[in-house]
Structures are given as structure tokens and as C-alpha cells.
């Protein structure tokens, strides 16, 4: 990534306008999608949210903010963010180094546009160790290229037909590759990958049950529905109760 560009479009967060560092405020996160795309490795997404928005006119609201709130807000930012990679099957010990760089830095930060470009670039950074820690075991080129074009295109229809295309190989070559390296067909693949990337959806509240099945491109809500139960063993709203009730017992 040019770091040009990140310097000068920075504005990853309204939390950091905020002056506080609980976690109940990251809710006014730019993007409600943010931590999604860091669990699910989404980097290119992080990447577009980070250049989309305006820098400058962020950095002046936060102008009359005391800088070392600014800091405990990114500190939070932060924090959430690792939280979220790890849940995306980052190594711990990744997750740590990233943390800790955070406070190692924090004292250098004199202005709350360096506290926000640095957390963008953990943002972004976090993102791309989840893809990278995604793609890890896959072995075969043409699986790898194909899951790829699955993972950057997980919100959209995808058909065989269409990876096959992007893969250079026909549908039942590919489905061969898909079995032996990965244990799925391309068609078993892109379904748990939607599933996943829809658990994190529910998880973090910013899509209703209800509208998960336009989300990720599905005929219908009864679709939908039926292929998460399949998947997961209950329900969407089932799923999402769970959650609730968990957070409750923590």
C-alpha cells in the first residue's frame, strides 16, 4: 500500500473523536464493517474504508479533544480490532505484536492524525495477516487463486462456473483440486465461507437476521436460513440469542 495514500486519507475512526476508550463507544465506528473485514480478511475492503474517508475533516473535530483521550480511544480501537483478528484465526502471538505496538509507539504520537494514521495501519495490517494466515496451507495455485476469488467476492452470487473462469480450468478439474486439497467442492466452500463471514455479521450486531440473506447474495430468507441451520446447527436468530446469552454469562 502507498503510504502516501494512507497518510493523507487516514480518518479510519470516529471513535477517535471520542473521549473515551470503553468499548460501548466504538460503536460509532466510520464503518459498521470495519471489524467484520478484519476477522474475515477482507483487506482490500479495510483499505477502501481507510482511502474513502476525509482525514482532515475528521482530524479538526477532534482538534478541542485532549490528546491523551485521543490515545485511549485508539488504544481501544486497537484492542477491539486484535480481538477481532483472532476471532478471524490469527496466531496469538501475532495479535500481541501488534497490540504491543500500540503502546510501544504511543509515546511519539504529538497530534491525534498520528494516532489515527497508526491505527489504520494496524488496521490494515491486522487484515492482511488474517488473509495471509487464511491461505497459509493451501498448496495448489489454482485452489489458492480460486479461494481468493471466492474470499473478495464472498458478498456477491458466485457460480462454479465463474471461479472456474477466474481459474483457468473447468468446473469439474477445479472441484477435483477443491477436494483433494481442501476436503470441499467449490459450491461446499463458497457456502461455508458465507456462513462464516455471516456469523461475523451477527456477531457484531450492525445487520439484522432478517437482511443477512441480501448481505450475501442469497434467493431468499428461507434460503438463507436453511443453509446457516445446515451449516451451523440453529438458526440465525438462534445463533444470535446464543451470542447474547454468552456475552451475559461473561
Known amino acids: 500500500m502507498n503510504n502516501a495514500s494512507f497518510e ?11 473521549d473515551t476508550a470503553e468499548i460501548d463507544n466504538l460503536s460509532s465506528l466510520s464503518s459498521p464493517y470495519l471489524l467484520n473485514y478484519i476477522q474475515n480478511g477482507q483487506y482490500e475492503d479495510v483499505k477502501n474504508i481507510i482511502l474513502s474517508i ?13 490528546l491523551q483521550k485521543v490515545k485511549y480511544g485508539g488504544y481501544g480501537l486497537v484492542c477491539l480490532a486484535c480481538c477481532f483478528a483472532s476471532l478471524g484465526g490469527l496466531p496469538k502471538t501475532e495479535v500481541r505484536k501488534l497490540n504491543q505496538a500500540y503502546l510501544l509507539n504511543e509515546p511519539n504520537f504529538q497530534t491525534a492524525k498520528d ?4 491505527c489504520a495501519r494496524i488496521c490494515f495490517t491486522l487484515a492482511k495477516k488474517v488473509y495471509e494466515s487464511k491461505f497459509s496451507q493451501i498448496q495448489t495455485p489454482i485452489v489458492f ?25 473447468s468446473v469439474q478439474y477445479l472441484n477435483k483440486l477443491f477436494k483433494e486439497e481442501i476436503g470441499l467442492t467449490v459450491s461446499q466452500y463458497i457456502i461455508k465461507e458465507k456462513i462464516e463471514y455471516s456469523k461475523s455479521l451477527i456477531a457484531s450486531g450492525k445487520v439484522d437476521t432478517s437482511d443477512l440473506y441480501k448481505e450475501l447474495s442469497f434467493c431468499s430468507q428461507s434460503h438463507f436460513t436453511q443453509t446457516f ?7 440465525p436468530t438462534q ?8 456475552n451475559r454469562v461473561k
Open 8 to 18: 493523507n486519507k487516514i480518518d479510519v475512526l470516529d471513535v477517535l473523536m471520542i
Open 54 to 66: 476525509d482525514f482532515e475533516a475528521s482530524a479538526n473535530r477532534v482538534i478541542n479533544v485532549e
Open 115 to 118: 494516532v489515527m494514521v497508526y
Open 145 to 169: 487463486h480460486a479461494a481468493d476469488y471466492i474470499h473478495k467476492h464472498i458478498k456477491e452470487k458466485i457460480l462454479n462456473k465463474n471461479v472456474a473462469k477466474q481459474s483457468n480450468c
Open 229 to 235: 441451520k445446515k451449516q451451523v446447527g440453529i438458526t
Open 239 to 246: 445463533y444470535k440469542r446464543k451470542l447474547i446469552h454468552e
